[in-house]
Structure formats: C-alpha cells, structure tokens
C-alpha cells in the first residue's frame, strides 16, 4: 500500500532541507556590498520556515501522525515526546533567528556572530530533527499503521501542501518564491552575486 502521507513528509523535509542549505551558503557569502538584498533573501527564506514547516508542516505530525504511531509503538515515546518538544519549541527558534538578524541588519557588524552561529546551531538541529523522524518514526509507522490510519494521514496530508515540495502553485505566495529565488545569488538563486 502506498502511504501519500509519508511521501509528502520525506518531500517537504527535503524541500526544507534545501532551504535550510541555501540560507548557510548565502550566510557564507555573506551582504557583500548588496546588504540590502541580502537581509531582504535571508527575511525571506526565514519566513519560509516559520510559514511552512512550523505552522503547517508540524501540526499535522504531532496532531495526526504522533498519536497514532503512539498507540501501536508505545516504545517510541521517548523519540515522540523529545519531537514533540522541539515542534513545541519551533516558532520560538525561528522567531529568535528572526529577531538575531534584524539586529545584525540594523545595529551592524556587532550582531553578526550571534546570528551566524545561532543560524549553524539551528541548520544542525533541524537536520537531526528529520533524520529522527525519517530514520525512526517514519519506518515505525509504515510498518504500523493501519490501511485507515494511513487513509487519514494521507488526508490531512494531501492538504496545506508546501508548495516547493509539492510543485503545487499558489498565487499567495508567488511573491515570496519570486524574492528567494531571483533576488538570492547562484547556486542559491538565479540573482547576480552580492559582492
């Protein structure tokens, strides 16, 4: 039985694996003599994520797919409960990154080092995030789960997709893409170089 669910979760961890990728290689390149631009991108591609993974992405995992892995594998409680947590503590981490760069945008050169590394340490834990759930949970629950379960999932799922992992347009946020993509350097983007 093909599970729609656990395909569109692999789909938007890795459309937010990119992101997360091209937000460090942009970090690395650094403003340039472009500053503008380059908070403008990183605004974006933090946006991205609070919009994205933490509002839709999440609720639908500890809501749907959590309890219900929970009842058939209750040995995975540590795993879920620690998830759940950090789902928990998401929109708080990506609003502090939020808050760390508009400090380094608007009181300068002192704030970039909280930034960068609060920048690292997030990218690092957010991989080891959905390797948790790829690795461990995912597998626990294609293994699991009933054919009624995964019809639910696959609902709830099909829904609300993220339109970089589905390809799915919506005009609401054609404006959002649009500033990542043509405003962010290569490989990152299509945009000229910020040097």
Do not use: N
Not at 30 to 52: N, S, T
Not at 88 to 115: P, Y
Not at 134 to 144: D, G, I
């Amino acid at each position: 039985m093909t599970q729609i669910a656990s395909h569109i979760i692999r789909k938007e961890h890795a459309a937010l694996a990119a992101m997360l990728t091209s937000m460090l290689m942009l970090l690395k390149q650094g403003p340039g003599d472009k500053p503008e631009r380059f908070f403008d991108v990183m605004r974006a591609m933090l946006f991205y994520i609070d919009e994205f993974p933490e509002r839709r992405h999440h609720p639908k995992e500890s809501d749907l797919l959590f309890p219900k892995l929970a009842r058939y594998r209750p040995d995975l409680m540590p795993v879920i409960a620690r998830l759940e947590g950090e789902h928990m503590a998401g929109e708080a981490r990506v609003r502090e990154l939020q808050h760390l760069l508009l400090g380094w945008e608007l009181l300068g050169e002192s704030r970039r080092h909280a930034f960068c590394e609060s920048a690292q340490e997030y990218v690092t834990f957010y991989r080891e995030h959905m390797r948790t759930e790829e690795t461990q949970l995912l597998p626990a629950a294609e293994s699991s789960l009933s054919a009624q379960d995964w019809r639910e999932l696959d609902v709830a799922f099909s829904s609300d997709l993220d339109p970089l992992a589905a390809g799915v347009h919506d005009p609401m946020y054609d404006r959002l893409f649009t500033r990542i993509v043509l405003s962010a350097p290569a490989p990152i983007g299509v945009g000229p170089a910020l040097a």
